[in-house]
């Protein structure tokens, strides 16, 4: 009875949004201020509305703002008159059309399944599996001195957090004291992960993951560079805590790459990496075969594309970990009524349909930049 033959995308308006971070973030390979994103709303002929949303990374996938605008005035004009529903043949249609560039069809799949979700009236993650209806997060500290680190780690754990995730990965003398004194001022019931972002050598690498063994580390996030597999490959070997790839996985195929040089324990999946919704979950279920655990992570995402992330997470039982956590560093807000709010570290999924958003920050928003349809 939810069947709607007829369901046809009638109007794509593509918007450009600037959200500014509460203080600068930095990581290992650089400090942002600002994230620039690009907004897409898809409309269809019996008034369901789905909401997109692209936050590219020149560093990870060479995308920025101008080259997802760009990218969506050749994928948009195509896919007027086609159903939104048929997810699996629109990306296929979107691949056609340009290779690569995975953050700017992330904002036309997450926008896709948003539609799915209020066409039959569910929320997204029941829709996908329903694994889940609780997804437990960590939040991010960005680099500073490891003192500073400690103390904005301690009032992260006041705020309710029980998962943190350390940016290191530019000393490797002073990331050792940077988790060794996060840990002493958030005692040992936090859970504790680190992310170098590609910032250490594979020695570097082994030398600091054994130095900081006995801080008891969740695990470690893209040791070393990220077309370095086999530099991987030897930390894993080497190493006492387990490995995650971030920037060496993009697409399901990078996934089952890694699994095969045997250079992962753990893969981190971004929408804006995989293309959305649809190539993320098929890089959960790749790495579910070869016993690989997911995380889900983001780029700079607004509470839309956070939502979407959740929901993901939410759905599929082999996303086990969830960073999820950049509307939270940002000043502006985005969505003014629904989404996915965070409590003591947990983002708890709602009943609403699709991805759950309601009601946007129209001043943020602004104008269409580009309408089509
Ligand atoms: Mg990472």
């Not at 953050?103 to 209020?118: E, F, N, S």
């Not at 904005?152 to 705020?159: I, P, R």
């Not at 190493?239 to 893969?267: F, G, N, T, Y």
């Not at 016993?291 to 939410?314: F, Y």
Request: charged share 30%.
């Amino acid at each position: 009875m939810y069947w709607c033959p007829k369901l046809e995308i009638q109007r794509i308006e593509v918007y450009s949004i600037t959200l500014h971070y509460e203080e600068p973030f930095r990581i290992a390979p650089e400090v942002s201020t600002e994230s620039h994103n690009i907004v897409v709303r898809i409309m269809t002929d019996y008034e369901v509305v789905g909401w997109g949303e692209s936050s590219p990374s020149q560093r990870v996938t060479g995308e920025n703002p101008k080259t997802v605008v760009k990218v969506l005035d050749r994928i948009a004009p195509k896919l007027i008159g086609m159903c939104p529903l048929r997810i699996e043949q629109n990306v296929e249609s979107m691949d056609s059309i340009v290779e690569e560039n995975p953050a700017a069809k992330a904002a036309i799949d997450l926008a896709l399944h948003d539609i799915l979700g209020k066409t039959v009236r569910k929320p997204l993650f029941m829709l996908m599996g329903g694994y889940r209806k609780k997804v437990l997060t960590d939040i991010t500290l960005g680099i500073k001195s490891p003192k500073e680190m400690a103390k904005d780690a301690s009032e992260a754990v006041k705020k309710g957090f029980k998962v943190l995730k350390v940016k290191v990965g530019v000393n490797p003398t002073e990331d050792v004291e940077r988790i060794k004194l996060v840990r002493e001022a958030v005692g040992d019931d936090v859970k504790l992960r680190l992310d170098a972002n590609q910032g250490w050598t594979p020695i570097q690498a082994i030398e600091v993951l054994n130095k900081i063994e006995k801080f008891d580390i969740q695990f470690a996030e893209q040791p070393v560079p990220a077309e370095n597999l086999k530099g991987l490959a030897k930390v894993r070997k080497n190493s006492p805590i387990l490995i995650m790839a971030d920037e060496s996985v993009h697409s399901p195929e990078d996934a089952l790459r890694l699994i095969k040089a045997e250079a992962v324990d753990l893969i981190n999946i971004k929408l804006m990496k995989s293309g959305g919704i649809l190539k993320g979950k098929k890089i959960a279920y790749v790495a579910e075969a070869a016993g690989v655990p997911c995380m889900i992570g983001c780029m700079g995402e607004s509470e839309i594309g956070i939502a979407a992330g959740t929901h993901l997470a939410a759905a599929v039982k082999n996303i086990q970990y969830a960073d999820l956590d950049s509307d939270l560093l940002f000043k502006d807000k985005l969505v003014m009524k629904g989404g996915i709010k965070v409590r003591n570290s947990m983002r708890v999924l709602t009943d609403q349909y699709g991805l759950g958003i309601e009601e946007l920050n129209q001043r943020l928003l602004g104008k269409p930049k580009k309408i089509y349809g």
